[in-house]
């Protein structure tokens, strides 16, 4: 019961954020589901694996939930949407396979530094008061707009995330108004979920030290758990989204993420001195 009340709650943060920074809630999900698959005893040679397939799996969910309330506001360019998906199809599944290849510890020293990353630039962006100039200014190129999503899709794959933390700030660089490139990266975690969860599926499947309720790496009870009130607090987000001025939770998110990050990078500290 404590640990469905983990998930639960785990579901309602990762929602939230998912639907008022477009960043899919992994960040969230992942080191939370790391921190309960070491307690429930799971080896730690899969439960990182477990943790970033679990996270892709809900975040199918919440991208749907997110996107439906973005899109009745007429946020979401369908058009670039379109342009990056064939990328982020083919780079989510590859980040998968790359994933496999990287031992557990690796895998968290990565997502902490990643997260790191993200809170610089999550407590920067909250600084400034115009991100991105309103309307559409010059777009790349389908081949170029196809490489980036593939870019994006790869290391979304691989740190567990719907890929807002990448795909937001690509199209700011590509002068989409803020408002409709978080709402446009929400529609991208879609795909980016599906090719990811898909491929993590894949790479885990038949390994014996998976726990029951499991297809390859990702872990049913979680799942369920996490999107019963992940869908709901993603419609919540997404309305706050467009109402609330972001900066202070922007840089409370920052402070969380280098918490996070922080402690990932301190217990597999050994790797960067070894």
């Known amino acids: 019961m404590e640990t469905l009340l983990v998930y639960l709650l785990v579901g309602a943060a990762a929602g939230t954020i998912a639907g008022l920074f477009g960043v899919g809630g992994g960040l969230i999900i ?4 790391v921190l309960v698959f070491t307690a429930m005893g799971i080896s730690s040679d899969i439960l990182t694996h477990m943790a970033v397939g679990t996270s892709l799996a809900t975040i199918i969910i919440t991208s749907i939930s997110s996107v439906r309330a973005h899109n009745k506001k007429g946020a979401v360019d369908w058009r670039l ?13 590859f980040g998968g396979v790359t994933a496999e290849w990287l031992p557990g510890a690796w895998l968290q020293l990565l997502i902490g530094i990643f997260a790191i990353i993200i809170a610089a630039r999550m407590w920067l962006s909250g600084l400034r008061h115009n991100e991105a100039a309103e309307g559409v200014g010059h ?3 389908a081949p170029i707009m196809i490489l980036s999503g593939a870019g994006i899709g790869w ?10 933390s990448l795909t ?4 700011s660089r590509c002068r989409v108004q803020m408002q409709r490139a978080v709402a446009t990266s929400s529609a991208c975690g879609l795909p980016i979920a599906l090719a990811g969860a898909l491929s993590f599926a894949v790479q885990g499947w038949g390994n014996i030290l998976l726990p029951g309720w499991s297809s390859g790496y990702i872990y049913w009870p979680a799942f369920l758990g996490i999107v019963a009130t992940s869908t709901i607090f993603a419609r919540l987000g997404a309305n706050l989204a467009h109402r609330l001025p972001a900066k202070w939770l922007k840089h409370g998110f920052a402070v969380l993420l280098c918490i996070i990050g922080g402690r990932f990078i301190w217990l597999n500290s050994n790797l960067l001195v070894s």
């Open 81 to 93: 949407f379109w342009m990056m998906t064939p990328g982020i199809l083919l780079g989510s599944w």
């Open 30 to 33: 992942v080191p939370a589901l």
């Open 139 to 141: 777009i790349p190129a």
């Open 155 to 164: 290391a979304s794959a691989i740190f567990g995330i719907g890929g807002g």
């Open 168 to 171: 937001v700030p690509f199209l």
